[in-house]
């Protein structure tokens, strides 16, 4: 099972990146080259092998100030307006991963449009940032931090399908969905047992009852 890292630590051993420390002029150009579309104040600090806080803070609302970067919220940074909003959103919190409705409309398993981006996270919270609101269900850690049925897209974590369709099972009873056909069952009850629920069990045993039926 692989764990999120749950904070990356601003200690950064000065023997081995003294050396590596951008010379001036060089900072804002090693963000702007990285993949990543936001920035925390704990990422600029590994990315300048920066150990004081203070200083990558400083240096990263001077950016904003001269308009080279943009201050997303407080601690968060991008390039431009054009930020991936999944990655936005696990910054906000984390360990967190999109999950629930915004993957399940996507592969077809529920019919309904959401503009709102929902997400798996320690928290339940509604969080709104540049007019998108960002919905947190709170998941119990022992099944946040597990890996299974969830990917790696760039810089961000996201639920399989199967995955997402268990977490809402987890998260609201009786809950409707519109076309199970997409899910991948074998899937499904693969990963399952990390939930460690039996009534939950039942529920995603019934869903399973209701496409085997209707085939």
Sequence with gaps: MLIYEL????????????????????????????????FSTKDAALLWAEERESTVSA????????????????????????YDKFELATKIYTPSYISFETVLAKAGV?????SQVFVASYITREVVVDSQTYLYKRIRDQILTDHTGVEAKNSYYIASPERAFLDIVYASKGYHFD??????????????????????????RKYHKIVSESK
């Excluded at 003294?18 to 150009?29: A, Q, S, T, V």
């Excluded at 080279?68 to 054009?82: C, E, F, P, S, T």
């Excluded at 076309?179 to 995603?204: C, H, Q, T």
């Design 7 to 38: 904070e990356i630590t601003f200690k950064v051993t000065s023997s081995i990146n003294m050396d590596k420390k951008p010379k001036k002029g060089e900072y804002l150009d090693i963000l702007l080259r990285s993949p990543k579309t936001i």
């Design 59 to 82: 240096r990263l609302n001077k950016y904003v100030k001269a308009g080279k970067l943009i201050g997303v919220r407080r601690g968060l940074y991008a390039k431009d307006k054009n």
């Design 110 to 114: 529920i019919f309904q449009f959401y």
């Design 179 to 204: 076309n199970l056909s997409p899910l991948d069952w074998a899937k499904v009850f693969e990963i399952l047992p990390i939930y460690k629920n039996k009534s939950m069990g039942k529920r995603v």
